[in-house]
Structure formats: structure tokens, C-alpha cells
């Protein structure tokens, strides 16, 4: 029991943890749709919200498809999530590391009186809210981006069964014309 309260302390443990859950979302964003069909036949309240789910994931698809400028602000948005998602991971790898290697450093003389120990907790508490703080915004991230994608692909069926639509009426006929 110690031991394992004795690792909690070391940076290293907590930098595995968080990079984990980082990994545990991003799998779980991915593979939640076929774990819920997976036990949507036993758990009866599994299947409900599945459904009440995909049937709020249609209306959301309807409403961004059958409007292009809200299609592309959405998307933008989407962008931007993934952006941030990859801007905090980046941040929270650096500052982790950051302070792991500044308190593996050996005792030397501190340069200027700056505290190395103190300047290596703050990065590597910061670095750990930056690892939460991509876990919060990574998790919704996927489903989303998957909504995005499935109304883009509704919008470009519609436009190309409209087109379709288009050619294969007859030409409309105008009346003659005459000059008088």
C-alpha cells in the first residue's frame, strides 16, 4: 500500500495517468456507438437513450443540412475544438515534461534564486490542468465532428439529387413568340 502511495508522488505516474485518459476518451469517443449496439438487447435503458440519441443526432443533421451557411459555421466550429483539443495536449506534453525534467535535475546551484523545485511543480501543475482541461473539450469533440460530417454528406445528396432532378425534367417550352 506504500509503494503504490509513494508512486502517486511522482510525476511520472501522474503524466502516464493523464496521457491515458486522454487515449481512454479518444477511444471511447470512437467506440461508444458499437458498445452501446453491443448491449442495447440486454439493457433495455441502453436502447431507449440510444434511440432518443440518434433520433436528436437526425434532427441536428436535418436542420445543418438544409442550411449551408449554419453547415459551414458548425464546421468552423468544429475546427476550432480540434485545434484547441491538439493545442492543449501539446501544452500539457510540454509543460509535463517541462517540470519532470527540471526535478530531475541534480542539486545545482540554482541560477539568478530562482526555486527550480517550485518553477517544476507550478509546470507540472499546470500541465495537469491543460491534460483535464483536453479531456473536457476532446470528449464531445468526435460525436460532434461525426454529426458535421453526416450532414455535409446529406447536403452534397441533396444538391446532387437536385441536380439530377433538374436534367432529367423536360426543358420548359416557351410560347411563340411573334413579332408584330
Known amino acids: 500500500m506504500m509503494a503504490a502511495l509513494g508512486s502517486w508522488r ?26 452501446q449496439r453491443l448491449f442495447s438487447p440486454w439493457f433495455p435503458a441502453v436502447s431507449r437513450w440510444r434511440e432518443r440519441r440518434l433520433h436528436r443526432e437526425r ?6 443540412a ?5 453547415l459551414n459555421l458548425e464546421l468552423t ?9 491538439l493545442a492543449l495536449v501539446g501544452f500539457y506534453l510540454f509543460f509535463t515534461i517541462l517540470g519532470t525534467a527540471l526535478l530531475r535535475l541534480a ?3 540554482e541560477p539568478g534564486g530562482y526555486d527550480v523545485r517550485q518553477v ?24 460532434r465532428l461525426h454529426t458535421v460530417m453526416r450532414a455535409r ?7 446532387k439529387r437536385a441536380a ?6 423536360p426543358a420548359p417550352q416557351r410560347p411563340n413568340q411573334t413579332r408584330s
Open 77 to 85: 466550429r468544429c475546427l476550432l475544438l480540434v485545434v484547441l483539443f
Open 120 to 143: 517544476a511543480e507550478i509546470s507540472l501543475v499546470l500541465g495537469a490542468a491543460l491534460g483535464l482541461c483536453s479531456i473536457y473539450f476532446g470528449t464531445p469533440m468526435t460525436p
Open 164 to 169: 439530377a432532378q433538374a436534367e432529367a425534367a
Open 10 to 35: 511522482d510525476p511520472d505516474w501522474w503524466f502516464t495517468a493523464l496521457l491515458g485518459l486522454i487515449a481512454i476518451s479518444l477511444v471511447w469517443s470512437f467506440a461508444r456507438e458499437a458498445v
Open 153 to 159: 454528406a446529406e447536403l452534397e445528396n441533396r444538391c
Open 107 to 109: 542539486e545545482a546551484p
Open 59 to 64: 434532427r441536428q443533421v436535418d436542420l445543418l
Open 66 to 70: 438544409s442550411n449551408p451557411q449554419l
